[in-house]
């Protein structure tokens, strides 16, 4: 089943899908994000991660426009670690190369600790790595 999070306007800016056979949390962003829309998508993901019971996240940024620099240090520093106690043990994240999306997702991959996170350029590869974790447990 999917989710969707909607802006004032409508417009849908994330979707939610739980993928039963790969054992993950798929999310895709899309637009311009607010700090609000950040906070939002991200603890609705959370959620759905921790009701899942699974462990990694794959986080498809390559619709978005423009940074999220605005939200990074809340990500870091109050979202990622409540993330971990939900149960996160690995992002992928998946950008456009010299995007200002990717600018963003290249800061946070650098800062963030509370659990494993990698930037991928395809779908494949990035399911791939998630898999290998989900294959050790």
Not at 65 to 87: E, Q, R, T, Y
Not at 106 to 127: Q, W, Y
């Amino acid at each position: 089943m999917t989710k969707e999070l909607v802006n004032p306007f409508g417009r849908t800016y994330l979707t939610i899908q739980e993928d039963a056979k790969n054992r993950l949390i798929y999310v895709n962003w899309m637009g311009y994000l607010t700090e609000e829309n950040v906070k939002a998508g991200v603890r609705a993901y959370t959620q759905a991660l921790a009701d899942a019971g699974y462990h990694c996240v794959l986080n498809d940024t390559r619709l978005i426009i423009g940074s999220w620099d605005h939200s990074l240090d809340w990500v870091i520093n109050d979202w990622a670690p409540n993330a971990a106690k939900a149960g996160l043990k690995r992002i992928a994240m998946l950008a456009n190369p010299e995007s200002f999306g990717e600018s963003s997702a290249s800061t946070f991959l650098k800062e963030v600790k509370s659990f494993e996170a990698k930037s991928f350029d395809d779908l494949e590869t990035a399911r791939q790595w998630l898999a290998e974790y989900n294959s050790r447990r």
